[in-house]
């Protein structure tokens, strides 16, 4: 049985449950499902809580990958440079658009995409970029523009994972939330993710007025005028009972960060005892809102034992990710082989994610680096 989730979605729904049931109801009750007035509310809700200008509240995160990609009339062939650690979504889309992915390496620090093998990486036919803020924290979104204004490229943030946080500019010293830097950026409101709504649900957002325009017009099946196609597009919406719920959980998302960085503090003061780990470090210029806990274990430490020692124990870990990109069998390429991302190779050899979430107590994150230490040390 387990004790300690990796989320706990109940726990949190339950102390909201008034807000979310009410706003829910009433869209039940006006049947508004679709486009409803939610939507809207919640876009500009978003839209000033990001200090963009437009938000495009969408179907799912793919999906906003997806529009955003469409959106820049990219041809067959062009070639959008992204990690080659991350989730699949984020090279699926390019893949789909019959764009060719170019993956690069990463920090071992920060797991977040390396500037200089990007740079390393362009070639004439890059068109594109797609910077992953993985776990939570900004990738160096600053080094990344410098680059992509240098060979024009464009850039599509993939801040899924760390909608909130925010990238102090080491030049200007300015603060601005990621996501916001590049042309256009992509968030997704699965469940589990810091922003998540009681189902699928995403959006992209730009503060570039005729790229809104045909992010909107893309996902709605190319459709400006009702029945007149003007583009090819795709069916992509957020539901309004999704927007309504999103709209009260958009409040509390300052709070639930809070939260989070307080248990990755915990982790981190505890496992500062262990050469056996080391606990995930958070580049100087960017917040980090913990998505992800994740920690890398010595070569010493049986990575698959402490999984099952914790599970003995009732406690939940995960392995984000198992795979790199280059490996996955849908994704073979002759360009790639076994040994080309030494950093991301060994991630996914050696890390380890941790419950995190907006309902962690002392008490688990006490039992947690106990149960942890007591395995790594023996
Ligand atoms: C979750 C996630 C996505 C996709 O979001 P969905 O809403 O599940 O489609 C894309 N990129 C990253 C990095 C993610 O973590």
């Known amino acids: 049985m387990i004790k300690y989730p990796m989320v706990d979605l109940v726990g949190q729904y339950k102390k909201i449950k008034p807000e979310v049931d009410a706003a829910m109801m009433e869209v039940i009750e006006t ?10 509310q919640f876009q500009e809700h978003l839209e000033t ?73 362009v070639t004439s036919k890059t068109k594109a970029i797609i910077p992953v803020h993985l776990f939570g924290q900004s990738a160096n979104i600053h080094a990344i523009l410098n680059i992509a204004e240098k060979h024009n490229l464009y850039i599509v943030e993939d801040t899924a994972q760390a909608i909130g946080a925010d990238f102090t500019c080491p030049e200007s010293g300015n603060t601005k939330k990621i996501g916001t830097f590049g042309h256009i950026g992509c968030t997704s409101f699965f469940p589990s993710k810091n922003l998540g709504a009681y189902g699928d649900g995403g959006a992209a957002f730009t503060n570039d007025d005729a790229l809104a325009e045909k992010l909107r017009v893309l996902a709605n099946h190319g459709m400006k005028v009702r029945y007149y196609h003007d583009m090819v597009g795709i069916n992509s919406r957020l539901d309004t009972i999704q927007a309504a719920i999103l709209n009260i959980k958009l409040g ?127």
Do not use: W
Request: glycine letters at 4%; one cysteine or more; hydrophobic letters at 40%.
């Open 252 to 378: 509390y998302l300052d709070e639930y960060a809070k939260s989070r960085q307080e248990a990755a503090t915990y982790y981190n003061k505890a496992f500062a005892a262990t050469n056996k780990i080391k606990t995930p470090v958070t580049a100087s210029f960017t917040t980090h809102v913990f998505h992800q806990y994740t920690m890398v274990l010595a070569d010493t430490v049986d990575r698959a034992g402490l999984q099952k020692y914790l599970s003995e124990k009732g406690i939940a870990s995960a392995v984000y990710y198992p795979v790199p990109l280059h490996l996955q069998k849908a994704y073979r390429d002759p360009r790639y082989s076994k040994g080309d991302f030494p950093v991301t190779e060994h991630l996914s050899n050696h890390v380890l994610s941790l419950p995190i979430h907006t309902e962690m107590t002392v008490e688990m994150l006490k039992e947690i680096t106990n149960a942890v230490l007591e395995y790594v040390e023996n």
């Open 31 to 40: 049947a508004s499902f679709i486009k409803g007035s939610a939507v809207k």
């Open 49 to 121: 809580y990001l200090n963009v200008k437009h938000v495009i509240p969408c179907g799912n995160g793919t999906d906003a990958l997806q529009l955003a990609l469409m959106s820049l009339d990219l041809q067959p062939g062009d070639e959008v440079i992204t990690t080659s650690f991350t989730f699949i979504a984020t090279a699926e889309v390019i893949a789909l658009l019959k764009l060719t992915p170019v993956l690069v390496d990463v920090l071992p620090e920060t797991y977040n995409i390396d500037p200089e093998a990007v740079e390393r990486a």
